[in-house]
């Protein structure tokens, strides 16, 4: 240590090398620092940067995957005392709540359609008194699937009434979702189109109370889709617009991104949240891994379908607020009333894999 002008203490060379790194210790084995400049590459310096960039994108991709993922219940039948309860509870539930669920369902399937096809093929000159029995019609089927999960459905809030102008926008974990929301008001949903039964039902009894139905991969659908969008909202006796922004089904326990579209159509936007107890069974239905019928299946031999429903407070588009921001607000309404993370995350990645760049970037 060395004394300078004015009386201040100048640390020697010998001193500041004790502190200072050794940048030879972070260098590839082989290379030196003395080695001349024009053979000492920045990407040797940092050298470690694809594991890091692995661990990130690997974090990413996990906060990505797990807003698709169903959590297995823990086991409890774990010991002696356990297990025959266990086994108890398989009984009961495979043979006997399933066989009265599939006789339940099955005569609401023979009622509804000795009902509906009369109504459809008799009513047609009278557009007004068809369109009120059918819709009757689709909330009593859909009656009897809640049923046949043994549904506990709770609703909270004034229901539904159909206005002009009047868009109801919900988070997605199923297509039971729309089921549970039409048992107890009508509604005119718009959905990706499915193939088998499902995609039956769609282009015949759906159809006859407004749904509208696209192709995620077509260009051109979506198109049609927001023409058709414009058009139903004006309409004064149609069924109330339901949409599901985030544009597939997420686990019910994060929020993916909306979509901006149903929020650009200059009508008042009413949140819907809905809320599922896994305490029974799971009702989030993973498409790329299991079948609809399946998961009616798994719902139909468990114990029963919980679910809260509340109808919230409408929105409306504020004068200095973009669609953008208008669908994260009504986001946050409904993810912060079902206990829902949001995450920054747009729900079509779920059907092709996020690429390096998108996973840079966010």
Known sequence: ?????????????????????????????????????????????????????????AIVDDSFTR???????????????????WCCGVVIRYLILFPVRVIVLTVGWIIFLSCFIPVHLLLKGHDKLQKN???????????????????????????????????????HTSMIDFIILEQMSSFAVIMQKHPGWVGLLQSTILESVGCIWFNRTEAKDRETVTK?????SQGVDNNPLLIFPEGTCVN????????????????????????????????????????????LLQLMTSWAVVCDVWYLEPQNLRPDETPIEFAERVR???SIRAGLKKVPWDGYLKYSRPSPKHRERK
Not at 25 to 48: Q, T
Not at 285 to 292: A, G, L, P, V
């Open 1 to 57: 240590m060395s004394s300078g002008k004015g009386g201040e203490l100048i640390p020697s060379s010998s001193e500041l090398d004790l502190d200072r790194p050794n940048i030879e210790d972070y260098l590839p084995s082989g290379s030196s620092i003395h080695e001349p400049l024009g053979k000492l590459r920045l990407c040797d310096l940092l050298d470690i940067s694809p594991t890091l960039t692995e661990a990130a994108g």
């Open 133 to 171: 029995m059918e819709r009757a019609l689709v909330e009593l089927i859909c009656s009897f699937f809640v049923a046949s999960w043994t549904g506990v459905i709770n609703y909270h809030g004034p229901r539904p009434s159909m206005r002009p102008k009047q868009v109801f926008v919900a988070n």
């Open 67 to 85: 807003c698709f993922k169903s959590n297995p219940p823990e086991p409890w039948n774990w010991n002696v005392y356990l297990f025959p309860l």
């Open 332 to 334: 946050d309404i409904i």
């Open 228 to 232: 058709k969008l414009r058009e139903h």
């Open 252 to 295: 019910n326990q994060y929020s993916v991104m909306f979509k901006k579209g149903a929020f650009e159509l200059g009508c008042t936007i009413c949140p819907i949240a809905i809320k599922y107890n896994k305490i029974f069974v799971d009702a989030f239905w993973n498409s790329r891994k299991q079948s609809f019928t399946m998961h």
